[in-house]
């Protein structure tokens, strides 16, 4: 288990974005998904009041997990939703940004009544408003805190700096950072070293970038695709998946991925990468 604040959650979370964006896959399979995730020892579910399809749908996914928890036959009490408010996408698959204070918190309101919690477990930022200060922002999470709307506060797609102003404004309640961190993205560097120093949570999203199945399941695939990620896979005869978040985990005790899932077979092979340890010279031929 790791800790996000004082809560303990399995090492691999699930992101469940793609169960509500374009491609979505029907409503069983999405909540069999949800299941599969809880039968396989995940306890955060990332989300956030925009991942839907269509416009006027807003809070699809959390309806979707909301229904999912219901349904599920296994104790739900150590799951942790965390959603995040600060973006929209007006149904033509582009998205906006919404940093007013004013409109985090009818969001968070929001997300309140879909999860149907008296207190949402992680609120996150999705994103930076240019237009807004980043500290009236930060200030709507504070607000939401004090107010026990929310119980632990999070950003999302910040920088270094906005972390330091983060952590100013919301001091020890600041527990996580959500960036974009995978082996083809990893100039989130510094900040996931500067969550290490502070103690806080760092959640890659979309940590799966650059590994390709293909590249493994195919013979004829683009020497460039194949990686180092894919001959560990082979020779540990596991996916190139289980490999890439294996390394994640690797990167400190702080570190809890979130990888999107579409498929039951998908999130409990993701899941299993908590079981597999990679020794110092795979984690050296792999960039670490």
């Given at each position: 288990?790791?800790?996000?604040g ?8 699930l ?9 979505r896959?029907?409503?069983?399979r999405?909540?069999a998904t949800?299941h599969?995730?809880l ?9 956030a ?11 699809h996914?959390?309806?979707l997990?909301?229904?999912?928890l ?6 739900t ?15 033509d698959?582009?998205?906006?940004v ?6 985090l918190r ?5 997300s ?16 930076p ?12 999470l504070r607000?939401?805190l ?6 632990m506060?999070?950003v999302?797609?910040v920088d ?10 919301l001091g ?8 974009r961190y995978?082996p ?8 996931l ?33 194949r ?20 390394w ?11 990888p999107?899932a ?7 092979d993701s899941?299993s ?8 010279e ?7």
């Amino acid at each position: 288990m790791r800790l996000i604040g004082n809560v303990p959650v399995g090492p691999v979370g699930l992101g469940a974005m793609p169960l509500s964006l374009e491609g979505r896959p029907d409503e069983a399979r999405a909540v069999a998904t949800i299941h599969a995730a809880l039968d396989a020892g995940v306890t955060l579910i990332d989300t956030a009041d925009s991942y839907h399809w269509h416009a006027g749908e807003a809070g699809h996914n959390e309806l979707l997990i909301a229904r999912a928890l219901a349904s599920y036959g296994g104790d739900t009490s150590g799951v942790l939703v965390a959603t995040k408010g600060g973006r929209g996408r007006p149904g033509d698959g582009s998205w906006t940004v919404n940093g007013d204070p004013r409109h985090l918190r009818r969001a968070c309101e929001a997300s309140l009544k879909r999860l149907g919690v008296e207190a949402i477990g992680l609120y996150q930022l999705h994103k930076p408003d240019p237009r807004v200060p980043f500290a009236e922002s930060v200030g709507a999470l504070r607000d939401l805190l004090d107010e026990g709307k929310i119980r632990m506060a999070g950003v999302s797609n910040v920088d270094v700096p906005r972390i330091r102003e983060a952590r100013r404004e919301l001091g020890g309640r600041l527990v996580s950072v959500q960036n974009r961190y995978s082996p083809a993205v990893r100039d989130s560097e510094p900040e996931l070293r500067l969550c290490a120093e502070l103690g806080l949570a760092f959640l890659p999203w979309s940590p799966l970038g650059g590994i390709s199945r293909s590249a493994l399941d195919e013979p004829d695939a683009a020497p460039a695709e194949r990686t180092p990620f894919h001959a560990i896979a082979l020779e540990r005869g596991v996916s190139p998946q289980r490999v890439c978040l294996a390394w994640l985990l690797a990167a400190g005790p702080h570190v809890v991925p979130i990888p999107g899932a579409s498929r039951p077979a998908s999130i409990r092979d993701s899941a299993s990468a908590a079981a597999l340890s990679l020794t110092g010279e795979e984690l050296t031929r792999l960039g670490r």
